[in-house]
């Protein structure tokens, strides 16, 4: 039988237009748990959602080492802008780039908040699609608190924490979440004395993570990237 013209966008060229199956990458920064044997919570439960869409490259990283941080951190922001920066099609009046989405939890979501101020660094006019951020942790991990000084080069920041957490670390000493300035948060109740690691497997949070990867590679016909900030999607497309 003859193949579909339109398997390239599995089938759906209304709503799927890339052509090369990399429209989309998910650069994944796992907490400090994530480090140890049998404990990457967001490879087990988000990547397969991020495989079952079209389109969507999903890029799984351990969270920056303390003593390795920065290093490591700059690391990570320069294959995101190499990535993100690479034309998909050789039109050089209009060309059309890769999609970059940041995802951390814990200390992991420390890591793609700096990561995010690198690239602002870098080149400040390179626009992240979206960024998820889930229960992150900065500084004390036992007291939620507000984090400071985020930088504005993306084009969607939603970021879900919790506070019932009293017996992830040891009893009497739990994890909870920080807000972080200027950026959609969200209270995720209910999670129990272990809230910091049943968020990462809360419903709320992967319906969350799915509406967004949607969300981007539904628009992909109107607004491919790089975006200029403020997100404006280039006019040729």
């Given at each position: ?18 052509p090369?199956?990399l ?9 400090f748990g ?23 490259t ?9 003593f ?5 951190k ?14 998909e ?43 998820m ?7 004390n ?19 879900y ?33 272990t ?5 990462i ?37």
């Amino acid at each position: 039988s003859l193949q579909s013209l339109y398997c390239y966008v599995d089938d759906a060229p209304v709503t799927y237009v890339d052509p090369s199956g990399l429209e989309v990458h998910v650069y994944a920064y796992e907490g400090f748990g994530g480090t140890l044997p049998l404990n990457d919570l967001m490879r087990q439960e988000l990547k397969p959602i991020a495989d079952s869409i079209p389109f969507v490259t999903f890029h799984w990283r351990p969270q920056a080492a303390l003593f390795l941080g920065r290093p490591q951190k700059e690391f990570y922001a320069a294959e995101i802008l190499k990535t993100g920066k690479t034309p998909e099609n050789k039109d050089p009046n209009c060309p059309c780039y890769r999609r970059i989405v940041l995802l951390g939890y814990s200390w992991g979501g420390n890591t793609a908040f700096d990561v995010a101020r690198i690239i602002e660094r870098k080149d400040n006019t390179f626009a992240i699609d979206a960024v998820m951020t889930v229960d992150p942790v900065f500084n004390n991990p036992s007291g939620s608190g507000v984090v400071r000084g985020t930088p504005s080069n993306w084009c969607k920041w939603e970021s879900y924490y919790q506070t019932t957490d009293r017996l992830t670390l040891f009893p009497g000493f739990g994890i909870k979440g920080d807000q972080i300035d200027g950026v959609s948060n969200v209270l995720i109740p209910g999670l129990g004395t272990t809230g910091h690691v049943q968020i990462i497997r809360a419903a709320r949070i992967k319906s969350a993570f799915r509406s967004m990867l949607l969300d981007i590679t539904r628009g992909a016909g109107k607004s491919r990237r790089t975006y200029k900030l403020p997100c404006t999607p280039p006019a040729c497309l």
